[in-house]
């Protein structure tokens, strides 16, 4: 397809495809003529990944540059490509908390890691943020909800098992990847919401008439 049929077939404009092109975000289509360029089902793809990136993850454009080039490298194994792609998705935070706190906190998600048999490095960002998590929950007396860590790890697990499993169906190297990372930008939204529906309905179901 041309520029503009493709265009039409992502609901991407003209100029920020070519934008796009020109920051190799998107690869270049196959030369038909020397002022004609012709793109097919990939460059689709990638399109639909990059929007997800930038308009619904508000990912900056140097770091879905980063994010592409570490699901094109194809000398990588899979694993190793959805993991820099996780690192580059997932934000770095620092939450308050007392430092009595923070080494409970620490010492609790490292026995969780290792009774659970996860396979995670060390310096994986969402290991620091979930020792945060827990240490900010502590600091604020929430210690109730810190002890159901490891109820909220087996929903956690299951449901993120279920999304593995539903994109391994796709037949691909490349749109295995991109399922991960689109999945896991969605995910976490759509997860978020049902949360908060369904606390929105035991609220009312317990505390409505109170």
Known sequence: MRIGELSKATDVPVPTIKYYLREGLLPAGELSSPNQASYG???VRRLRLIRALIELAQVPVATVKE??????????????????????LTPT????????ARTAATAQVTDLIAARGWAVEPSAPALATLIDTVAALRSL??????AHLDNYADAVESFTRLEIDAV?????RDQLAESVVIGTILGETLI?????LAQESISAERWKNR
């Open 41 to 43: 089902d990939t460059h």
């Open 67 to 88: 994010i592409l080039e570490s699901l094109d490298a194809d000398t990588e194994p899979l694993h190793e490509q959805i993991g820099r792609a996780h690192r580059a």
């Open 93 to 100: 935070r620092r939450l308050s908390a007392t430092d009595e």
């Open 141 to 146: 007396g929430q210690d109730s909800l810190v």
């Open 168 to 172: 391994t169906a796709n037949p691909t």
């Open 192 to 196: 978020a919401s049902l949360r908060l």
